[in-house]
C-alpha cells in the first residue's frame, strides 16, 4: 500500500475555481502565524477537486457531520444516564467525551 500525504486544516482560506477545476486552499492556525501574521491562518494544504465532483464531496461531508453530531448526541444522552446512575451505584463503562466513528 502507498502512503498518502496527510494534512490538517483547520478551515478554508480561499476557493478559486477555473477551468473546471476547484483549488481549495486549507490554512492551519498557529501560534506563530497568530503572532506574525495578525492572527491570520496561514496555508497548510492545496485541495484540487474537479467542479463536477463538489456537489459530491459536498454532499459526504454533510453526512459525514450529520452522523458526528448524532453520535454526539448518543454520547451525552449516554453520559447523563451513567451520571444518573453513578449516584445509584452503576458502574460507568466509557470515557467521557469518547465515541468511535467507523462509518
Same mark, same amino acid.
Given at each position: 500500500m502507498t502512503s498518502i500525504p496527510t494534512v490538517f486544516g483547520d478551515g478554508i482560506i480561499d476557493v478559486h475555481v477555473a477551468s473546471g477545476v476547484a483549488r481549495i486552499t486549507l @490554512?492551519?492556525?498557529?501560534s506563530a502565524s497568530a503572532a506574525v501574521k495578525? @492572527?491570520?491562518p496561514e496555508p497548510s494544504a492545496l485541495v484540487i477537486v474537479p467542479v463536477l465532483q463538489l456537489p459530491n464531496l459536498a454532499r459526504v461531508l454533510a453526512d459525514v457531520t450529520r452522523q458526528i453530531e448524532a453520535r454526539a448526541k448518543e454520547v451525552a444522552a449516554s453520559q447523563a444516564?451513567?451520571?444518573?446512575?453513578? @449516584?445509584?451505584g452503576q458502574p460507568q463503562d466509557q470515557v467521557a467525551g469518547a465515541f468511535r466513528f467507523n462509518g
Open positions: @490554512g492551519v492556525q498557529t495578525d @492572527g491570520k444516564g451513567a451520571q444518573a446512575n453513578q @449516584g445509584q
